[in-house]
C-alpha cells in the first residue's frame, strides 16, 4: 500500500512513471472510467501487476490525476479529477481529448500542456481554469498544475501525467485577507492620519493656551498697574484727560484700518487680474486701466502714510499708558485703617463733581477698623463716586452710608444716586473692562472694573442694582479681615 499523504508530486510521478513503464502497452480500448478500477487483464501477472499498481497509485493519488497518451486522449483519472467537474459533464477515457478541449487550449494551461506533448519536459502553471456549458456562467477554479511527460526507451513521447491541485479556497481566502489587509491598511492610514490630526491640534491647542496665558497674565499685570495709576489726589481731572488721549488715537486708528481694508480690497483685485489676465497683451491692458481707475500708485504712497501715522499713534496710546504707571505710587501690604476716615477722604477729592448741583446725603454708622490696603481701598470709592455723581444729569442727590454686620463680620457700604438707571442688560455689563454708558470722550470704562478687583482682592464683593427711571445702588461689603 502507498501511503500517499506523504508522496510528493515530484516523487509521485516517478512512481507512476515506473509502474507505466511496467505496462507492455497502454491502449485507449483500456482506458479505464475516472475514479473505478480497471477490470483484471488477461494478461500475464507481470502486466496484471502493473495494471494494478498504476491503477492503484491513480486512484489513490490525494489531489486530482489525469493520465493521457501522447495524442492527449485521456486513459486514467481518478476520483479527486471527477470532483473537479461537479455539475458538469465528466471527462470519459478514450473520449476526451485534452489538446482539443477549449477550456484548456484559450488558457495559460493549455501552453504548459502543449509544450509538455512537445516533450519539453515537466511543466508548472498555475492559473485560472473556466469550466461551463454554454448558456451557463462558467465555473472558475483556480488550479496549481504539474505536467509531466514519460518517454520510451527510444525517446518517444508515451504519456502525459496531469497532477492538478484545487487551490480556490486558498486563493479566495488569500483575495480575502489581501482585502483584509487592504483595508486594514486604509484604516491604519486614516488612524494615522486622525493622530497627525489630533497632534496637530493639540500642539495648535498647546501653543494657543501658552499665548493665552501669556496674555492673561500681561492682563492681569497692565490691570494691576491701571489699579495704581487712577491716584486720588486728581483724579477726576486726570480720567478725563486720560480718556481724550485714548480716544484721539483709537478713533484715528479705527478710520485708518476701514481706509486699509479698502485699499487692501484693490490690492486684492489687482492681484488676482495678474493672475488672471497678466499673460496676454488684452489682459494687461484690463489691469493697466483698472490701475489707473483705483490710482494704485497713490494707494501705495497713502499706505505707507496711514501705517506711519497708526504707528505713531499706538505709540501715543503706548506712552500714555506709561504715564499713568509712572503717575502712580506702589502701596503693597495690608494695614488696620478706619474706612469710614477713607470714604470722607474720597468725597472731599473729588467735591468739584458734586458741589453746587448734587446734594449729598451721607450716613455713616461707626465701623471697627478693617484690614485692608488704604490706598486701594480710596481708589475703589474714587471710582464708585465718581459714576454716581456722573449719572447725575443736572442736580441730583446722592445718598452714602455705612453699617457693619455682627454676624457676618463685614462692612458694607451703600452709594445710591437719583440719576437715570439702567436696563438690565447694561446693567449685567457695568463691571466689564472699558465698557461705558457714558459719553467716549469722558469715561475709558475701567472704573468699576477696577473697583471689582479691589474688592477681591480684600476677600469682598460689590453687587450692583439699576433700574430705569429710578437711579442706582452700588453696594459694597469688605470682611473684617
Known sequence: MINCTTTGETEYAALLANALARLHTVRPSQAWPCGQLAPRSPRGASASEGELRLEELVEQAPFPISVFDASGVLLLCNAE??????????????????????????????????????????????GELSLGQAGQAPRKLHLRSRVFPTFDPSGVL???????EDISQQKSMEEELAQSRQELGERNERLEAARRELERLYQRERSNRQVLEKSWNKLRDTQAKLIQSAKMASVGQLMAGIAHE???????????????????????????????????EPGRERIEQFRQDKQMDQVVASMGVLLKNMRAG????????????????????????????????????????YRGRVRLRPE?????????????????????????FQAITGVGEVMVSSFFLEKELEAVFLITDSGDGMTEDLASRAFEPFFSTKAKTSSLGLGLSISQDIAHQHCGRIVLESRPGLGTTVRVHLPLK
Open 81 to 126: 479529477f471527477s470532483s473537479l467537474w461537479q455539475g458538469l459533464p465528466i471527462p470519459q477515457p478514450g473520449q476526451f481529448n485534452i489538446l482539443e478541449f477549449p477550456a484548456v487550449s484559450a488558457s495559460s494551461l493549455g501552453d504548459v500542456v502543449r509544450l509538455a506533448f512537445a516533450g519539453r519536459g515537466t511543466a508548472m502553471h498555475e
Open 364 to 388: 455713616l454708622s461707626p465701623l471697627p477698623a478693617i484690614s485692608c490696603n488704604p490706598s486701594k481701598i480710596s481708589q475703589m470709592f474714587v471710582n464708585i463716586l465718581l459714576n454716581a
Open 158 to 164: 508515451r504519456n502525459v501525467f496531469l497532477m492538478q
Open 246 to 280: 485714548f480716544n484721539n488715537p483709537i478713533n484715528y486708528l479705527g478710520a485708518s484700518l476701514e481706509t486699509l481694508e479698502t485699499f487692501l480690497g484693490d490690492i486684492l483685485e489687482l492681484h488676482q487680474l495678474y493672475q488672471e489676465h497678466g499673460h496676454d
Open 314 to 353: 499706538v505709540n501715543r496710546s503706548n506712552q500714555v499708558v506709561k504715564q499713568l504707571q509712572a503717575f502712580s505710587r506702589q502701596e503693597d501690604g495690608m494695614r488696620w485703617a478706619d474706612l469710614n476716615q477713607n470714604l470722607r477722604t474720597s468725597l472731599n477729592l473729588i467735591g468739584h463733581e
